[in-house]
């Protein structure tokens, strides 16, 4: 597969949405969602020949994670910003999160 500045562009949105998930340790939860997202980010692009061969399937479930993360911010997230705290590292990971649907959505439309 060749890396596209589509595919580098969610390469690095779901690696700084990872990253800041992780960064929460020791929230176990928090740093579970960050690990799966690195590991739905190796099963998309790395050439895995089980994974390549179910690569739409793999769309859906990295899309469904993110949204899910998304809503699930939106319900128990702290809503209140004050830079340099972990409610600040909510919006910066929607944000990161957001960027990622918004390519993938173009990675699917491309395929």
Not at 17 to 43: Q, R, S, Y
Not at 56 to 66: A, S
């Amino acid at each position: 597969m060749k890396l596209t500045s589509t595919h580098i562009i969610i390469i690095v949105s779901n690696l700084v949405t990872a990253f800041l998930h992780v960064t929460l340790f020791p929230d176990i939860m928090f740093t579970l969602n960050g690990l799966g997202f690195a590991g739905l980010l190796g099963a998309y692009f790395l050439p895995i020949p089980f994974f390549q061969a179910r690569k739409n399937l793999v769309w859906w479930v990295l899309t469904g994670y993110t949204l899910l993360t998304m809503l699930l911010w939106v319900i128990m997230g702290q809503k209140v910003f004050t830079f340099g705290t972990s409610s600040a590292i909510g919006y910066y990971a929607l944000v990161a999160e957001i960027v990622m649907l918004i390519f993938l959505w173009i990675d699917k439309k491309n395929s």
